[in-house]
């Protein structure tokens, strides 16, 4: 398992379909909802362990349409949204950032204090990869075929992936990765 002295992992959790979407076409998420059980422990075990969550404009935008708070309201912790748009109309309690992804997840891991942190959205999650921020994958694979939608992402030149345990809920299969430290 990944540990960090002083300081929490940074997480991200994600469902995907077989064919490796996050969302369908139009931004559909209700086959998530149709598929993950929330008494899934897989599923429940990340939530419970974070401090601070970032999320992009994209997911927190969708999330909105769809009535959803983060984690179905049932968690407390620091929230920062990225976006390059104005912040008007947005919940004050939401920490708006914008630019360098390394600052910022140094900010949220600051604020979770000790606690992890955890990324909402491919393209957050993409550049966190390339800047060798993230340390645990957890990705829960929904037995359904979606065709089209939002990708799930990776980046050149990544880590070496470790995986820690394979857990099967009900037709859902949890895989819970490690990231390596980079060597230099
Ligand atoms: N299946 C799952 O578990 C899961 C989980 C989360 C989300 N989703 C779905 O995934 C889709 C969204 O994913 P996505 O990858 O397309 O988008 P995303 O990561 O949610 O959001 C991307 C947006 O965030 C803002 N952003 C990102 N990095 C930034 C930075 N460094 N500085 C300033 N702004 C930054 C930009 O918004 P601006 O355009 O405002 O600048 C960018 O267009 C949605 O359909 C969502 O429902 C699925």
């Not at 009900?170 to 230099?184: A, D, G, I, M, R």
Request: include cysteine.
């Amino acid at each position: 398992m990944a540990q960090h002295k002083g300081r929490g992992s940074v997480i991200w959790q994600a469902t995907m379909s077989l064919d490796g979407y996050i969302a369908a076409a139009g931004d559909d998420m209700s086959w998530v909802f149709q598929h993950i059980d929330p008494a899934d422990p897989g599923a429940a075990a990340v939530p419970e362990r974070l401090g601070a969550v970032i999320a992009g404009r994209r997911s927190f935008e969708v999330g909105r349409r769809d009535g959803m708070e983060v984690f179905d309201g049932a968690w407390e912790g620091s929230q920062f949204l990225l976006t390059n748009r104005p912040a008007d109309g947005l919940p004050g309690a939401l920490g708006v950032r914008a630019g360098n992804i390394e600052l910022i997840i140094q900010e949220a891991i600051t604020a979770a204090r000790g606690r992890d942190v955890g990324i909402i959205g491919a393209n957050v999650a993409q550049q966190c990869l390339e800047a060798g921020l993230i340390d645990e994958i957890v990705v829960h694979v929904a037995p359904v075929l979606l065709g089209n939608g939002v990708r799930f992402r990776g980046a050149e030149g990544m880590r070496e992936l470790r995986l820690e345990s394979a857990q099967t809920h009900e037709n859902v299969v949890t895989l819970h990765y490690t990231l390596e430290k980079e060597t230099s």
